[in-house]
């Protein structure tokens, strides 16, 4: 069989760029697995959200203002770095599902403590949810890359 693969992949890149955002669109919708992911991607986004804002909200009422501040900052970079070793590790969906417990159980944890009288137990715990919740935003991204993508 003679074939050229250059040829093939130019005529069906040419067929992709000439498709309108209507009628991708409309691939988009008739996909039932593609409107599941991006139904789920949407509620988690939107909980993490409000995860991470009222986390950042909360950062200044932790101990010292400034440290407390500073740290919130902090403790999101590693996530930059561990999450997509994570994801090579684990995989796309397991990362996410480990980000998320961690976060749920981070804050169930802060539920129990009180902040006045542990302040330092408490800080520790509020910064493991605040990475937790920033890995988690990380890898949702990667997530939905990977489902867009297929």
Known sequence: IDCDADQIVDMSSREADNQTLWQTLKLVIQSKLMITYTA???????VDL????????????????HFSYIFSG????PSYFLIPAAIDWLGRKPSVMVCHMILAFSLLSMYLFDHEADPEIFLIIWLIAKFAVA????ALLCLWGRAVSD
Not at 40 to 45: G, R
Not at 51 to 65: D, F, K, N, Q, V
Not at 135 to 138: D, G, Q
């Open 40 to 46: 789920v991607e949407s509620f988690l986004w939107i």
């Open 50 to 65: 409000m995860i991470y804002s009222a986390l950042s909200l909360s950062s200044t009422g932790i101990g010292s203002m």
């Open 74 to 77: 902090l403790v999101e970079i």
């Open 135 to 138: 890995s988690a935003f990380i």
